[in-house]
C-alpha cells in the first residue's frame, strides 16, 4: 500500500492567515491526489481533487499544489469556519488516507 | 441532489456480526463506483471496501485490516450498497461512512452522514 505522510499533525493559526499543509505519498502518485476537510459530526468534503482541481462550491481561498510524491494545501486568509481537519487522499492505487492536520483558530 | 443515507449501526459483542445499508438518491447509482470509509474514534480516515459498476463486473477491493471478513455488494434496482462485516473485532469500531467514489474511483464526491458501529462485551 502507498503511504501518505501530512504535516503538521496540528497547528494554530490566526484569522487572515495563510495555511500551508504539506503531504508526501511513499512512492510517485502523478497527480492521483485529493484533499478532504472534515468537521466534527458532519461528513467530509472534498476540497481538491487531481492535485490542483478545486471542487465546485469551495472557496478560492482554498488550492492545492504538487505531483509525484509532495503535495500541499494552502488556505488563504484563514476563516473561522475553517476550523477542521484536512485530510490528504491518495488515488493511484487503492485509496489511503494522510494522518490528518487538525487547523486550530487562535 | 445527491443523498447517501447509511443505518444499521449499533452495539454488537466482538467475534460477531453486523450488516450496514446505504440508500442514495439523486444520481444514477448504477453508473458509479461505491466504498465505504471508517473513522475510529480519535483517529484518522480508513478506506474500507469498494465495489465497482456492472460494467466493470460488481469487481471488489478491501483494506488488509478487513479483508475476509467483511463482504460489500450492491442491488442497483434499491439503489443500495452493502457491507456485511463478520467476526467483528474490538477495532472495528468506528462510524462508517458510504462514500460515492467519482471518476472511476479517483475522488470521494459525497459522503452520507455515517452510523456507528461499537464493538464491546
Known amino acids: 500500500d502507498i503511504q501518505m505522510t501530512q504535516s503538521p499533525s496540528s497547528l494554530s493559526a490566526s484569522v487572515g492567515d495563510r495555511v500551508i499543509i504539506t503531504c508526501r505519498a511513499s512512492?510517485?502518485?502523478?497527480?492521483?491526489l485529493n484533499w478532504y476537510q472534515h468537521k466534527p459530526g458532519k461528513a467530509p468534503k472534498l476540497l481538491i481533487y487531481?492535485?490542483?482541481s478545486v471542487q465546485s462550491g469551495v472557496p478560492p481561498r482554498f488550492s492545492g499544489s504538487g505531483s509525484g510524491t509532495d503535495f500541499t494545501l494552502t488556505i488563504n486568509t484563514l476563516q473561522p469556519e475553517d476550523l477542521a481537519t484536512y485530510y490528504c487522499?491518495?488515488?493511484?492505487?487503492?485509496?489511503?488516507f494522510g494522518g490528518g492536520t487538525r487547523v486550530e483558530i487562535k | 441532489e445527491v443523498q447517501l443515507v447509511e443505518s444499521g449501526g449499533g452495539l454488537v459483542q466482538p467475534g460477531g456480526s453486523l450488516s450496514l445499508s446505504c440508500v442514495a438518491s439523486?444520481?444514477?447509482?448504477?453508473?458509479?463506483?461505491m466504498d465505504w470509509v471508517r473513522q475510529a474514534p480519535g483517529k484518522g480516515l480508513e478506506w474500507v471496501a469498494r465495489?465497482?459498476?456492472?460494467?466493470?463486473?460488481?469487481?471488489?477491493e478491501y483494506a488488509a485490516s478487513v479483508k475476509g471478513r467483511f463482504t460489500i455488494s450492491r442491488d442497483d434496482s434499491r439503489k443500495s450498497v452493502y457491507v456485511q462485516m463478520n467476526s467483528l473485532k474490538t477495532e472495528d469500531t468506528a462510524v462508517y461512512y458510504c462514500?460515492?467514489?467519482?471518476?472511476?474511483?479517483?475522488?470521494?464526491?459525497?459522503w452520507g452522514q455515517g452510523t456507528l458501529v461499537t464493538v464491546s462485551s
Open positions: 439523486g444520481f444514477t447509482f448504477s453508473d458509479y463506483y
Open positions: 487522499q491518495q488515488s493511484y492505487t487503492i485509496p489511503t
Open positions: 512512492q510517485r502518485i502523478s497527480t492521483s
Open positions: 465495489i465497482r459498476q456492472r460494467v466493470k463486473s460488481y469487481t471488489t
Open positions: 462514500v460515492r467514489a467519482a471518476d472511476s474511483g479517483a475522488l470521494f464526491d459525497y
Open positions: 487531481g492535485a490542483s
